[in-house]
């Protein structure tokens, strides 16, 4: 039989993750390995997740692992996948809902698709409430298996909250050591350097919206300027990443590297301009912060032109 883990990830959702944790208790797949790792909340996330654990008594395994100090998304993933075991490993956060069927279906198609490293669905968007917005994710242009060739240098390749690895692209390459990277990015790339993505046309997921950083609104040109900087230093940790990855592969092009750099410079030159601004250097006037802003976004525009590039980051 099919071995299959969970690993659900948590950091300060004490509001929802009750919720996700019987979303997971709930799955129709019998055994199921479930790794929890929770990021050093302060809400009280860590303690109720005790309580749910200590009180369940159904069929599957399940493992909290002891409560810590904050690492960090990729830091959290990293231990809770360094516990599981399964053959098929799903990811699951702490604010979405899976589906009863999740795990048989990813399963399912696991196996009938002879065990690709990765595999992502479609998911339902629900609101900071849990309300169907009526919408679903991902877009259109994602809702297939990406090539390597294009995921090189793309800064969106699947949703997430969808994923299913297998244990051999895990098996493939060490742990992400770029924290600041969003793990999709990375997984998304390492399993197209294998040819190796499946995507499965039916939700499976509740995900739900509105609650991360690059989803919120500035409010400021202060706040602005701040999620500027964390999005590019996404970036810059997701190319540093991949270069790793080639590197370790040696499966990639040789192309692929001095694109990677390319780009990696222009992130660079895009987070000076930004910790300028944040040290009031290039904000002397409106009228130069608009300048110097519009001149940012041609060149980071030229540069992606230059690869076909049509994503935002």
């Known amino acids: ?123 339902r968007v629900i609101d900071a409430n ?52 969003f793990e999709d990015l990375v997984m998304g790339f390492r399993a197209s350097l294998y040819d190796s993505v499946v995507y499965h046309d039916e939700a499976l997921v509740d995900y739900r919206v509105g609650n991360g950083m690059s989803q919120q609104q500035p409010a400021s040109m202060d706040a602005y300027v701040k999620r500027r900087k964390w999005m590019i230093k996404v970036n810059l940790a997701v190319y540093r990443q991949r270069l790793i990855d080639v590197r370790k592969t040696r499966r990639a092009p040789a192309s692929f590297k001095p694109r990677l750099e390319s780009l990696m410079a222009t992130e660079e030159g895009r987070l000076a301009f930004y910790e300028r601004m944040a040290a009031g250097v290039a904000t002397a006037s409106r009228l130069r912060f608009i300048l110097g802003w519009l001149d940012e976004c041609r060149k980071h525009l030229k540069n992606r032109l230059l690869f076909g590039l049509t994503s935002d980051s």
């Open 1 to 123: 039989m099919l071995s299959v883990s969970v690993v659900f990830i948590t950091f300060n959702q004490k509001k929802y993750v009750q919720g996700a944790m019987h979303s997971i208790f709930s799955q129709s797949h019998h055994p199921l390995e479930i790794v929890i790792s929770d990021d050093g909340s302060t809400d009280g996330t860590y303690e109720l997740l005790e309580e749910l654990v200590s009180s369940y008594s159904g069929p599957h395994d399940v493992l909290l692992l002891p409560k810590t100090s904050n690492a960090g998304l990729i830091g959290n993933l990293n231990r809770a996948l360094a516990r599981a075991t399964g053959e098929l490993v799903i990811a699951a956060a702490g604010d979405d809902i899976s589906h009863p069927d999740r795990a048989v279906k990813l399963a399912q198609v696991f196996m009938r698709h002879n065990k690709p490293m990765l595999i992502h669905t479609k998911a």
């Open 130 to 181: 849990g309300t169907l917005t009526g919408r679903e994710e991902p877009p259109e242009r994602l809702r297939f298996a990406m090539s390597a060739e294009v995921a090189s240098t793309e800064l969106s390749i699947y949703l997430g909250a969808t994923a299913a690895w297998s244990r051999g692209l895990l098996d493939a390459f060490d742990p992400i050591s770029e924290r600041d990277a």
